[in-house]
């Protein structure tokens, strides 16, 4: 087909296309997933006031491409502000009915000259791929990035075998003897506050990572605030356990629930500290997030985490409680050379 006249618009999350830019990304989640609801447009919103406003952890900015007056394709840059100097985050959209015509490639090139402006020399993007023709994955290849990082995806539908959960808690209980389970819902005990900061650090070098160009992230009391802010700012609730040793956390995990359509809930991060590793601490919080949920919020009825295959032990965690393999999620980098610093000045078509 042949390109269309095509308008690269930069706008903000108060902005009067931004709804139509939000809908560009719902449609392009629900061609891939048809039977998901998208993240609501207010996520969007508040993920890009966040990503305006001065000071966060994070910058970032948002192009359209706008076709006829209408949204036809959705960039966001998204900067890492306090780690990750070199690194950038990528997320192209296009509306189904406007593909195949270069718009993701415009995109992309936009995007990439808006990285480099930024002295910004590697870019991520992440690919949901339900199943083997993901066009996100064809167009990546395409454009030369290179695929770091393959995570499966894993969905539980809830509520879960009664006897499955009930195995996993009294086997972690037995093993996981002289820690303390703790649990929690949307703000982080401040007496808990610096040894979670030290565990959200660890995650960035203790979760498999493949070969993204990422370096260990920085956290601190006052990053895990803003955090925990920009979830409820996002309308979500975000039900978390620990395990504590001699006073200390040493060990979490977060279970994130979007509140506006609760029936699909995100597991984030798990994470438990090396020295304390093998008392089955992580079935053990999983377990008392799942009974927190049943409890609390029992609207949810599946939920979806990521794991690389090289991550056995989560994975065993998970296949114990129930999870089924759902797809996979792709993890991409482009490294810049000052050649694409040029080129990124042109359309990528
Ligand atoms: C991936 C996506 C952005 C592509 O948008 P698009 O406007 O169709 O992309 P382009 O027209 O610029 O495609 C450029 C090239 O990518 C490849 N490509 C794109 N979609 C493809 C598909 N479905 N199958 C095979 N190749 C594909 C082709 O080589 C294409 O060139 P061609 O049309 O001349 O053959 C769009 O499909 C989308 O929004 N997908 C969901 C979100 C996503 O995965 N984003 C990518 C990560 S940021």
């Known amino acids: 087909m042949t390109s269309p006249a095509l308008d690269l618009v930069e706008l903000g999350p108060d902005d009067a296309l931004f709804p139509a830019w939000c809908e560009v990304l719902a449609a392009s989640q629900r061609a891939d997933r048809p ?22 952890s994070r910058d970032g900015t948002h192009r359209a491409a706008v076709v006829d007056g209408g949204v036809a394709g959705a960039l966001r840059l998204l900067l890492p502000m306090k780690d990750n100097p070199t690194v950038a985050v990528v997320d192209v959209a296009v509306h189904p009915e406007h593909r195949r015509r270069g718009i993701g490639g415009t995109l992309l090139a936009e995007g990439i000259r808006l990285a480099a402006a930024a002295g910004r020399t590697e870019l991520i993007t992440e690919i949901d791929e339900p199943g083997a023709d993901a066009p996100g994955r064809e167009f990546a290849l395409r454009h030369g990035w290179t695929c770091d990082l393959l ?9 879960p075998d009664e006897q499955a959960l009930s195995d996993v808690e009294a086997e972690a209980r037995r093993a996981s003897a002289g820690y303390e389970l703790v649990t929690w819902r ?9 040894d979670r900061a030290v565990l959200e650090q660890r995650m960035t070098t203790d979760a498999p990572q493949g070969d993204l160009p990422v370096s260990e992230e920085r956290w601190d009391g006052e990053r895990i605030r803003e955090y925990e802010a920009s979830h409820v700012a996002r309308g979500r609730t975000v039900v978390s356990a620990g395990a ?4 200390r956390l040493v060990a979490y995990t977060d279970l994130q629930v979007p509140l506006a359509q609760p029936e699909r809930a995100h597991q984030a991060g798990t994470l438990v500290l090396r020295e304390h590793r093998g008392h089955r601490l992580g079935a ?11 409890a609390m919020l029992p609207q949810v009825r599946r939920i979806s985490t990521y794991n690389s295959d090289s991550n056995r032990p989560m994975v065993a965690v998970n296949e114990a409680l129930g999870f089924q393999p759902a797809g996979q999620l792709s993890s991409w980098s482009l490294r810049l050379r000052p050649s694409e610093w040029d080129r990124a000045t042109v359309s990528a078509r």
């Open 244 to 247: 504590m040793k001699d006073g």
């Open 186 to 194: 949307d703000r982080t005990p401040d007496a808990l506050l610096d």
């Open 151 to 159: 995570e499966t995806r894993r969905d539980l539908v809830l509520p």
């Open 284 to 294: 053990l919080m999983k377990a008392a997030v799942l009974r927190d949920l049943a």
């Open 35 to 56: 039977e998901e609801p998208p993240r609501p447009a207010s996520d969007q919103v508040a993920l890009g006031r966040q990503l305006v406003a001065p000071g966060g």
